[in-house]
């Protein structure tokens, strides 16, 4: 995003002098991308993109079943470790285990993401290791180590849950990634409560940031995958929803 707005800034500048309309048809993305990298702006859009209509609540069901999202990992060639997004995932994944151990809960952790590439460590398998770490037995967290992406966590994961059978599933990714999280695990039947690791606030300014820009563009591959999903239903191409909420 922002090498599509400078090149079209550049272009833009060149037009000006022999085609002035034409300049400003490739000037206008670059003029809404600084607008929105405005802190106010992009404030604006961070609160509409973290709202949920429900979020999970502190007390769990007796048979509850907290579902870890990946956000891919580093491999230094030594041992891989989370990426930077995961650490608030586990986290919160960890303080939600705790506390339902704590109101006497039977509570397990599925763990969903495969490996970047082949012959490296899998998301699932990595952020499995920091979890025990944490404190969550090993007994306790299930692995699901072959999706590439969220449409395929959650229809990869959806199979185990079904296995599983809780009583109460939470689902547990950043806050810009909990939308369309929930809703593409509802295509398979799950039924869940997201549960936000985190909620990103805007650099503060009154000028454009490089930083705000790097949350718009988030913002904006969050929502295309929104409405992909929607067209993609309407033209028959997604996989066959299931019939059932499990």
């Keep these: 995003m922002l090498s599509l707005m ?33 802190s106010p702006v992009t404030q604006r859009l961070l609160d509409r993109a973290h709202s949920l209509p429900t979020t999970a609540s502190e007390e769990t069901g007796r048979n509850t079943l907290i579902v870890l999202l990946g956000a891919g990992i580093q491999d230094n060639g030594h041992q891989a470790r989370p990426g930077l997004g995961g650490y608030s995932r586990l986290l919160t994944a960890a303080q939600r285990f705790h506390r339902c151990r704590q109101l006497d809960g039977t509570c397990r952790v599925l763990v969903s993401g495969g ?30 180590d072959a999706s590439a992406n969220t449409w395929q966590n959650a229809r990869n994961s959806s199979a185990l849950i ?4 809780p009583s109460h599933v939470l689902l547990v990714t950043s806050g810009l990634h909990l939308r369309r999280s929930l809703l593409y695990f509802q295509h398979f039947g799950v039924t869940a409560e997201g549960v936000a690791s985190d909620q990103i606030r805007a650099m503060p300014g009154w000028l454009p940031s490089t930083f705000n820009l790097l949350l718009v563009e988030v913002m904006l591959h969050e929502r295309i995958g929104v409405l992909r999903y929607h ?11 299931a019939q059932q909420p499990r």
Excluded: C, K, M
Excluded at 118 to 128: H, I, K, M, Q, R
């Design 115 to 144: 490996g970047s590439h082949p012959g490296l460590d899998t998301e699932a398998n990595v952020y499995a290791r920091e979890l025990i770490g944490l404190g969550i037995p090993a007994a306790a967290i299930l692995q699901e």
């Design 6 to 38: 400078f090149v079209s800034l550049l272009v833009g500048a060149a037009l000006v002098r022999w085609h002035p309309r034409s300049a400003t048809v490739f000037a206008l993305p670059a003029i809404v991308a600084l607008i929105t990298g405005v």
């Design 162 to 165: 079904a296995q599983e059978r």
């Design 231 to 241: 067209a993609y239903n309407r033209l028959g191409w997604n996989e066959a929803p």
